[in-house]
C-alpha cells in the first residue's frame, strides 16, 4: 500500500477526486495533505476524510521535508499547488512528484498560467482545443514528462469561466487515472517522454 501526499492552495476538487477514488483502492492511501494556503478549503476536505493536514509555507523545504518523512510518503501529487516545489524536494521525489495543469502542454502553462489566467489566455487565442495534463514535476515550471493529456473542445460561446467548468471534471478523471499509473508504477519516463506499462 503506498502512501502519497497531496499538496494544495485552494478549493481541493482535485483532492476530493482522490480522495473518494483512495477509499476505495488497495494500492493507495492519502497519508499527508499540505496547504500553502492556511485558509484553503481543501484543508477542510482533508479534515473531514480523517487525512493529516497541514498548513506549511512553501518556502519551509525542511519542515516540508521532514514531514514528509514522518509519514512515510512515497510519492506527492498537485493538486492546485501554486507554489514552486523547492529543487531539494524535486531531487528527493524523483519521477514521484505529478502535477495537474488545465492546458494541453506545452501550449499554455510556465510561469504566471494559473487558475482562470489559463482559460483567459486559451479564449483569446482562438484556439478550437484545450484540455489538461498530468506530468511529472522537475525544475521547469510546468516542465517534465507528460503521463496523459485529455482534449476539450472550445467551443465560440465559451468563456473562460465555463472553460474552466468544462475541463476540471475531465482533470478529476485524469488525475486519478494518473495517480493510479504512478503508485502502480506503471508509467517508465524514457528520455523526457513516458511510457504507459500495461
Ligand atoms: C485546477 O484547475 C488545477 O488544474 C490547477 O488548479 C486548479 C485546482 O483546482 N492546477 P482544485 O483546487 O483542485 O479545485
Known amino acids: 500500500m503506498k502512501n502519497i501526499a497531496v499538496f494544495i492552495s485552494g478549493g481541493g476538487t482535485n483532492l476530493q477526486a482522490i480522495i473518494d477514488d483512495s477509499k476505495k483502492s488497495k494500492f493507495y492511501k492519502i497519508g499527508l495533505v499540505i496547504s500553502n494556503k492556511e485558509n484553503?478549503?481543501?484543508?477542510?476536505r482533508a479534515k473531514k476524510a480523517n487525512i493529516p493536514n497541514l498548513y506549511i509555507?512553501?518556502?519551509?523545504t525542511n519542515v516540508i521535508l521532514k514531514t514528509l518523512k514522518d509519514h512515510k510518503i512515497d510519492y506527492i501529487?498537485?493538486?492546485g499547488y501554486l507554489a514552486i516545489v523547492d529543487p531539494q524536494i524535486i531531487k528527493k521525489y524523483k519521477n514521484?512528484?505529478?502535477?495537474?495543469?488545465?492546458?494541453?502542454i506545452p501550449s499554455f502553462c510556465g510561469p504566471g498560467m494559473y487558475g482562470l489566467h489559463v482559460h483567459e489566455a486559451v479564449i483569446k487565442s482562438?484556439?478550437?482545443?484545450?484540455?489538461?495534463?498530468?506530468?511529472?514535476?522537475?525544475?521547469?515550471v510546468d516542465g517534465g514528462a507528460i503521463i496523459i493529456q485529455h482534449c476539450v473542445p472550445v467551443d465560440y460561446g465559451d468563456t473562460a469561466e465555463s472553460l474552466q467548468k468544462k475541463i476540471l471534471k475531465y482533470e478529476h478523471q485524469t488525475l486519478v487515472?494518473?495517480?493510479?499509473?504512478?503508485?502502480?508504477?506503471k508509467i517508465k519516463v524514457i528520455n523526457g517522454r513516458t511510457k504507459i506499462l500495461k
Open 40 to 44: 484553503a478549503y481543501g484543508l477542510t
Open 57 to 60: 509555507k512553501s518556502k519551509e
Open 77 to 79: 501529487v498537485l493538486a
Open 96 to 104: 514521484k512528484i505529478i502535477n495537474i495543469h488545465p492546458s494541453l
Open 126 to 140: 482562438g484556439v478550437k482545443v484545450s484540455g489538461c495534463t498530468t506530468h511529472f514535476v522537475n525544475e521547469e
Open 177 to 185: 487515472k494518473s495517480v493510479n499509473l504512478l503508485v502502480r508504477q
